[in-house]
């Protein structure tokens, strides 16, 4: 995996997919054990980095907003 690698689909960039969310691309830089930790877990669990990073993402703990 090198510096320059992307996630998401391209070509659906700020769309409606034909899944129940809108995409919203952003773009991390990884130190080299990051990514290469990242496509290890994709090739053992056959999952693609887009999924296996959204997860971690809604697994994130946030305070409920103060309404």
């Known amino acids: 995996m090198d510096s320059t690698t992307t996630y998401g689909n391209v070509n659906n960039k700020n769309k409606m997919t034909n ?3 809108a995409v919203k691309r952003i773009t991390v ?3 080299a054990q990051e ?3 990242l496509e290890k877990y994709c090739q053992q669990t056959g999952r693609p ?3 296996v990073i959204r ?3 809604r697994s994130l ?3 409920e907003d103060a309404k």
């Open 35 to 37: 990514a290469e930790k």
């Open 19 to 21: 899944k129940k969310w």
């Open 49 to 51: 980095a887009t999924d």
């Open 55 to 57: 997860e971690l993402i």
């Open 61 to 63: 703990p946030v305070a």
């Open 29 to 31: 830089n990884l130190a």
